[in-house]
C-alpha cells in the first residue's frame, strides 16, 4: 500500500528522501490559496521565487509581480497576497512571478521531489482524487511561519491524510497527529483558528474575509504543479 507523511515545517524537510515521492505544498494562509485560485481563473503560469528582489527583477521580462513578507503586499509589487486579487478576469493569460514569506520558500525546499503539486482547501477534492490514481508515495509540505509549525497548513495535512484514509496508510505518527487535529476542528475550522498566531497577524492586518475563504473546502477543480521552474496546470 502507499503511504503518506507529513513535513510539518520545509526546516525539517531534509529529513526526508523526496526524489520518489509525490510532495503536496500547502500554505493555506495564503499563499497555495492564491495559486489555486489564480490558476482557475485563467493565468498561465506562476513562477515561485523564494527571494523577493530576484522576483521584482521578473517585472522587466514581462511578468506581473507579486506577493508579500509578513503578510503585507510588498511595496512595487503588482499585486500582494489575497486570493481575491487574483479572481479579476484581467489576469487570464498572464505570467505571475511569486514571493512570499513561507509558501515560495517551502517549493524551493521541496525541489528535487518527483513531483510538487499545490494544495489548498480550496482544490482538496482534487489533489485528493489525483493522489488516489496516483503511484506514488506522498508527502505534505506545510509551509508554516518562518520555519516554525503552524495551525492552518497542519489542518490541512489532516484534512488530506482523512481523506486517503482508506487507501494510503501513514508512514509514521506525523499524519495521524494531522489527521487527529482537522477531526477535533472540521466542524468549524475559523473558529478553531481564531486564536493561531497567523490569523492573528492577519487580523492586526485586517484581513478577515481571506481567512474564511481560504478555509471554504472545494470551490475549484484545478491542480497547479511544478514543471521545471514554473508551475501549470496539471
Known sequence: MKTIDVCLSPELIHLYDVSNKTVVVVDILRATSCMVTAFAHGVESITP????????????KGFVVSGE???????????????FEYMDETIRGLKIAFTTTNGTQAIEKSKGARQILIGSFL????????????????????AGWKGKINLEDSLFAGALVDKLRKHIEPDCDAPIVAQELYLSAKNDMVKFLSTSSHVKRLNKLN????IEFC???DQYDVIPALKRSELHLL
Open 49 to 60: 521565487i523564494a527571494d523577493a528582489d530576484e522576483c521584482m527583477k521578473m517585472k522587466y
Open 69 to 83: 513578507r509578513n503578510g503585507q503586499k510588498i511595496e512595487g509589487f503588482d499585486k500582494g497576497n489575497s486570493p
Open 123 to 142: 482544490n482538496l477534492s482534487a489533489i485528493t482524487k489525483y493522489l488516489l490514481m496516483s503511484d506514488h508515495n506522498i508527502l505534505i509540505v506545510c
Open 207 to 210: 484581513i478577515h474575509k481571506d
Open 215 to 217: 478555509l471554504t473546502p
